[in-house]
């Protein structure tokens, strides 16, 4: 028996090592998107918590210029 390895256990071998590699990969690209993804769910928040207070302070606009208006 030959001391070196089975060129087809060499082949299977390497193939499995790219194969966890490129899941590794995938893992790390999966969990950016995660991270990204609440990123972007929180700006969504942020942008809407804005729309509510940009919405009120037009009312109050609107409000002030009717007082302004009539005099009260």
Known sequence: ???????LYRALQ???????????????????VTSLAS?????????????TQISSARENVAKLQQLIGTGR
């Open 39 to 51: 990123g972007l769910q929180a700006a969504l928040a942020s942008i809407a918590s804005l729309e």
């Open 1 to 7: 028996m030959s001391a070196s390895p089975d060129p």
């Open 14 to 32: 390497l193939a499995e090592e790219q194969l966890q590699q490129r899941i590794s990969s995938f893992e790390d690209a999966a969990a950016r």
